[in-house]
C-alpha cells in the first residue's frame, strides 16, 4: 500500500451512508458507532440498552502512544459533557502486508490479512482463533475456529454481537473490527476495488 493511501484516510472515512443491504438479527448487544461532535477524528461507541438507551462505552482515536496508529479507550465516568476514559489497546498498521499489531490490555495480538480471501485472522489467549471476514458490500463478520458467528459489524454504523460477550472479548471485538475494516478499506483503495470503498466513505 503506498504512503499516500495510507495517509489520506482516518477513522471518519469508516462513516458511510449504508448500501441497504443490513439486515438486523438477534443480538445480546447492539454498539452504536458515531463521531464525536468535538473531534471528527475520534469515534465514540454507545451501548444499545433494553429501552434503546444509548450510553458511552468507548472511544476509539488516533492514538498518543509512540509508534501505534489508534487507541481503543473504554469510557470509565461521563457526565454527559466530558467522558472519563481509559486507554486499553493500540493498533499499529503494516503499509507493504496490510496485517496489524493489536495490543490489547498489555497483550500483543497479531492480526494476518489473507489478501484472496479479503479476511483478517488473529489468535486470542483463553478465546482461541478468531477471524473477521468480509460479508458483502458494507459488512464484517467475526466467526472462532469452529466457523461459529460471534458478531457482525457494518462498517462504522452499527455492530450486533451474536453471543454473550465477557467484557474482555468485546473489548477484542471492537479494537480488532475497527482495524480490519480500516486496512481493508486501504486495501481497497490502493487497488481500486470500488464497492467495498464506495459504500465505507459514502
Not at 38 to 49: A, L, S
Not at 70 to 96: C, E, P, W
Amino acid at each position: 500500500m503506498s504512503a499516500s493511501v495510507m495517509g489520506s484516510l482516518s477513522l471518519s472515512d469508516l462513516f458511510s451512508s449504508g448500501d441497504g443491504s443490513w439486515k438486523p438479527v438477534q443480538a445480546a448487544q447492539v454498539l452504536i458507532f458515531r463521531s464525536s461532535p468535538e473531534n471528527k477524528k475520534t469515534t465514540i461507541v454507545d451501548r444499545v440498552g433494553p429501552l434503546e438507551q444509548t450510553y458511552a462505552l468507548f472511544t476509539v482515536s488516533e492514538s498518543t502512544v509512540p509508534g501505534t496508529d489508534i487507541q481503543l479507550s473504554r469510557v470509565m465516568a461521563s457526565d454527559g459533557f466530558n467522558l472519563q476514559q481509559l486507554i486499553i489497546g493500540t493498533a499499529k498498521y503494516h503499509n507493504v502486508s496490510g496485517d496489524v499489531d493489536l495490543s490489547l490490555h498489555g497483550q500483543p495480538l497479531a492480526m494476518k490479512q489473507r489478501m484472496l480471501s479479503e479476511s483478517y485472522n488473529f489468535v486470542v489467549p483463553s478465546i482461541g482463533r478468531l477471524k473477521w471476514k468480509q460479508e458483502g458490500s458494507t459488512t464484517l463478520e467475526l466467526v472462532d475456529g469452529a466457523g461459529m458467528r460471534l458478531a457482525r459489524f457494518k462498517v462504522g454504523k452499527r455492530m450486533e454481537v451474536l453471543v454473550p460477550p465477557s467484557e474482555y472479548l468485546l473489548d477484542v471485538m471492537v479494537l480488532s473490527g475497527m482495524a480490519a475494516a480500516r486496512q481493508l478499506k486501504v486495501g481497497q483503495v490502493a487497488s481500486g476495488v470500488g464497492d467495498f470503498v464506495g459504500a465505507i466513505s459514502g
